[in-house]
């Protein structure tokens, strides 16, 4: 969580390196929020300044993306994969964006992606551990949408099930191989319905139907 620090002084100054030595920081990674001046006498008596402290966003977002990308780095390399990265920092929304490509992708996709969602967990763990709990880092792979495939998926069963129902066909539309592959290969576990792939002015589409019997 983001801390904020109220302090209380005679000088501003005083208080900027009060609230360094409290936050770890530099006076230049900190947001200052005036809360009361009194300005006191001519020599300064009774003078009294109230200040809340935290530190600036993108200095929080920056940490957390950069101790995430060097435990990553560090266990990318121990495991051998052939991955790159590419982070995206939200500051508005609070948000650090991990974003993998490279041919070794494959392997955190298998299972509808279980393990970059493990991943996920473990890294936000360890970050956590190091700089405490703050801004969630996410983790996706280049041009796949996980949560679509997800629901993709499930538009498939439930047409599955209608189909041996009503016995109608169904069409399921996908946008691109990937989405073409998963889809055929939930169709081929069932042997009952068969599939065809066909395009029209919307793009592809994959035709079920019951097999003639």
Not at 9 to 29: F, I, M, T, Y
Not at 147 to 162: C, D, G, H, I, S
Request: some cysteine; proline content about 1%; glycine content about 6%.
């Amino acid at each position: 969580m983001e801390r904020v620090l109220e302090l209380e002084g005679k000088s501003l100054d005083q208080l900027v390196e009060r609230a360094c030595q409290e936050l770890n920081c530099v006076p230049q990674d900190l947001d200052i929020e005036i809360l009361e001046f009194t300005p006191g006498g001519m020599l300064g008596t009774g003078r009294k300044i109230r200040a809340n402290f935290k530190i600036k966003q993108e200095k929080i977002l920056s940490e957390r993306a950069n101790r995430a990308l060097s435990f990553l780095k560090e266990l990318l390399y121990h495991m051998e994969f052939n991955l790159e990265t590419q982070t995206n920092i939200n500051k508005e929304r609070m948000e650090i964006e991990i974003t993998f490509s490279g041919e070794d992708t494959k392997y955190l996709l298998q299972n509808g992606g279980e393990a970059l969602n493990a991943l996920e967990f473990l890294l936000n763990k360890v970050v956590a551990k190091s700089l405490g709990v703050g801004p969630k880092i996410s983790l996706k792979v280049k041009g796949v949408n996980l949560e679509r495939e997800r629901r993709l998926l499930q538009a498939v069963r439930k047409a599955l099930e209608l189909i041996k129902t009503d016995k109608r066909e169904r069409s399921i539309r996908v946008s691109s191989k990937r989405e073409e592959r998963l889809v055929l290969g939930l169709i081929k576990e069932d042997s009952s319905v068969e599939a065809e792939t066909k395009e029209d002015s919307r793009g592809k589409k994959i035709v079920l139907r019951l097999k003639s019997t």
